[in-house]
C-alpha cells in the first residue's frame, strides 16, 4: 500500500512539472500555478509517506 502512495505522490510531482511547463510555453499563469500546486501536494504526499515509514521501522 505504501509503495501505491509513493507511487502516487511521484506521479502527482510529475503531472505538476508538465502542467507548469505547458503554462510557461503558452503564458498561462494559472495553469503554472496549477502546476506549482501540482508539484507542492506531490511532495508534502511523499514526506508523509516518509515519515511513516520512519515511524514504521
Known amino acids: ?3 501505491d502512495k509513493k ?3 511521484k506521479t ?3 503531472k505538476g512539472k508538465v502542467k507548469e511547463g ?3 510555453a503558452v503564458g498561462n ?3 503554472t500555478a496549477e502546476g506549482r500546486a501540482d508539484q507542492t501536494k506531490g511532495d508534502a504526499r511523499q514526506a508523509k509517506e516518509k515519515i511513516k515509514d ?3 521501522d
Open 29 to 31: 499563469e494559472r495553469l
Open 12 to 14: 502527482e510531482q510529475a
Open 22 to 24: 505547458a503554462g510557461r
Open 7 to 9: 507511487t502516487e505522490a
Open 1 to 3: 500500500m505504501a509503495a
Open 54 to 56: 520512519v515511524l514504521d
